[in-house]
């Protein structure tokens, strides 16, 4: 009862994250660019949005961003909201499959638990929920190959799949090889069972290079971000204060210590999946999601061990009964979906029809944080800088900077960008620079938002 | 699942407080070692030695440094420990003198020997936390796993080393530690901790560590089933009585409240902020937590004392930049334990050649220190000292908008000016600090605030958002710069008075 009662409990919070307004950047940016290739478009050399960018944009997650654009087309954004639902939930569901498969379903449910609010920056409306699902069934598969020492060939086409929707694919082949150099370290392996075993992250590898954007896409890894890392928000190391951190830490720490203290000897494997998941932790609020999913079995086979007793499997009843229970939570989800999600959230909607109606080819400055949307809702703007900050250099990050701070120069930088429109919070530098240095007037305001204009 | 885990070799589990890893070796049973393995880790601490008095011999540029020395001076002059009368009228919430024994110390060797004595006093606190440091290492391993614990516990704890009050918690948390791990292992209590949390509560508010690691390790014990009832209570007795000890310096008790001040600061400092493990000092600490951890995982059952301390030496790093070195000072010992397991040979004790070595280095590095800080040290750094005649002209209580680098320096080096911010950030609310980062990043209402403060002049980093806008908006003029500083004048407004209403 207990166990069917948790169950409950984490699907209606599955829910809850998936389902409200769509208000995340990154959903407009990908959606744009859904259109953009729905539509017979491409990035080429020089890019359709920003034409000063300094690198060609790869849209290397074209699968969910062409997908996410034909549900928006049949069910407008209460379906992006529904979809972000269906990822959480599929979620939590492989992370609960992890973990059933080591410990009985209080452990495993507390454990999954705790991934998914470990996991919570990654619960939006982006291909990296996606990613992170597909993460989550990587690490069940090589957790069935460290036992049986099988090969699981199926993981090749999943990640010809996850490297055309995230680029997390590289890590999901690094978590494979980190597997099998623990078995070797347990001395589990010989030459045919290690060679079987790195065939999957090999042809893994391989399948990365066959989608459509080609070998390219095997370097992305080094290179997207490599100059600009510091001037991306998530991309920043993580910290304890954090909900999401502070959680997967905890996790982690009970593991490790619970091992500590055990009379038992934790294999190299799993010592190495603890490792990758303390150091994804504190890398980057990005990965903070990673060490979530990664410490997920880890601590479920913790907190079975402190039970005392080998753990049970689940019976196929109630295994149908819980899928049963998911297929009816994405049911359930889609008229909460159309009630609770039809309209966007945290965007000055009220400047919509202003932005529409300016002509073709304005160019507007805009915070960051609105550029997507704004690239959404009037594409026919050129913004100054927008959020695909692996498009510009380091020279154009820093000028966008001093911009944004009104610091020495910023009039230069206006000037050079040729901008005569802007979209900045209006209790910001740039606004007050903007009026009392430039006498740009503001043609509207909304949710925090000022439209401002050269006179 | 397959049955992939061993159980430990040996059969019954052991615990640290063996032969191997507990008491000293008796003569009789000390294996030789080799020359060395005895001399070249005492060697790399003496190398450490030299490199904290090439660290100490540069111009003083710490921010804080400064009105530390106001502090000592003023309480040196009239042993009041009562508020900072006069300072400023900007700095309305209230300030307890927390660091007050150190700021004396360094008064009056500043007024001895100038910043020169100053840079020496920081180069030989280095000097002692490294030793220390080494010693309480050595009680848990051999040289050389004591060493490069050392070395690394040093890394780790280097963020935070300037020449402020906080090293004092520094090398008394190392103090603490050691004795707490002693007192592990004996389970007598170290009395002599009350009065050290007594010096350490006139010293610096992270007095409450030294109690807490006290505190853990009581309850280790009692998790580990080692203790008796009245053992257990003696324990905690002593760790209560630091505690109300540190109600009875000078200050009163209302130092006890202290620590639970920077909360609502802690925002607007940066050395608060989470520490990031893309710095080299988190990255090596967190580097020793998963060494730790490693080793504890593959060798004998942890007691609970050092599952204690490690889960306190995390929390504390994992809390704040600054905080990093006190993680990294915790875990040190045991870092150095766990790499003693590793080594074919059994710990030797402390010989006195050893320490004597060690001594006659020290020496030598601080007589070194001595003689060569009059050149190196004697002006400060960091600070636009080429525009002290300017401000020197100023006349009394002139409001100075500055920048919160240069607020110590003003309120040391031009005490008869007043600097709309300066260090001692307890001391201002959170609503004047909110306003005060407004007016720094030029948001919407920063005119009114800088017309609030009644600054007719400013002193601030060339080339700052504020900068610019005083002088492209407001009219400022900048009147001269130095260091990267520029002191603007405003034309325009009359002298205003923000001690009168």
Known sequence: MLGYLLLIALGAVGLMLGIRPVGEQSAWLHLSIGRQLIGGGGFGRVDPWVPWATQPYIPTEWLPDVAAYKLYELFGLSGIAWLRAAGVLLLLAVTIWSARRLADTVPSLIAAGAALVGAGHALTARPQLLGFVLLSLAVVAWWQMASDLRPRWWLVPLTWVWASSHGLWVVGIGFGVVTIAGLALDRRLTWVSARRLLAVPALSLVAAALTPIGPALLLTPLTVGRDVRDFVGEWQASSAHDLATFVTLCMLALVALSWARSRRVPPWWQIAHLVVAFVATLAMERTVAVGAVVAAPLLAQTMQSWRGTPYVALPRRDAMAWLAMGVSALLIAVPLAATFAPRPTDVPTGLQSALSNLPAGTVVMEDTNMSAWVGWVAPQLRPVKDSRSEIFSRQQHLGYARLVAAAPGWDRILDRSGATRALVLTDSPLAAALHEREGWATVGTDDGYSLMGRP | MSSDVTSREGGAVKTPFDSRNGEPISPEAEVRSSLLIRVLPVGLVMLMFAGVTHQALQPLTDPDIWWHLRMGDELRDGWNFGQTQGWTPFATANWVRTQWLPEVVQSWINSAFGLPGVAWLFGVSLMVIVAVLYLVCRRQAGTLAAAV????????????????????????????????????????????????????????????????????????????????????????????????????????????????????????????????IRDVAPAMTFAVFAIVVLMWTRGMRVPWTHVGLLILAMGWALLSARTVTLGAAIVAPLFAGSLQDLLPRARARVRRPEVASLAVAGFVCAIVLALAAASTSNVPGAVPIGLDSRLDNLPPKTVVLNSYAVGGWLLWRHPSLIPVIDGRTEAYTVPYLSDYGRAIAVVKGWQGIVKTTGARWALLQAGSPLATALTERLGWNSVDSDRGYVLLENPSEPPHDPTRP
Do not use: K, N, Y
């Not at chain 2, 007192?183 to 992270?206: F, V, Y």
């Not at chain 2, 009875?248 to 909360?263: D, E, I, N, Y």
């Open chain 2, 149 to 276: 614990a050392t070395a690394v516990g040093f890394i780790g704890m280097s963020a935070s080393l300037s020449p402020r009050p906080h090293l004092v918690s520094f090398v008394l948390v190392l103090v603490c530690v050691d004795a707490w791990l002693q007192t592990a292992q004996d389970l007598r209590p170290r009395w002599w901790l009350i009065a050290l949390t007594w010096i350490w509560a006139c010293s610096h508010g992270m007095w409450f560590v030294g109690p807490l690691v006290g505190l853990t390790v009581t309850v280790g014990l009692v998790l580990d089933r080692r203790l008796r009832r009245g053992q257990a209570f003696q324990l905690f007795l002593v760790s209560i009585l630091g505690c109300v000890a540190a109600g009875l310096t000078p200050v009163g008790p209302q130092l006890l409240r202290t620590p639970f001040a920077v909360g609502d600061i802690s925002g607007f400092i940066t050395e608060w902020a989470p520490p990031s």
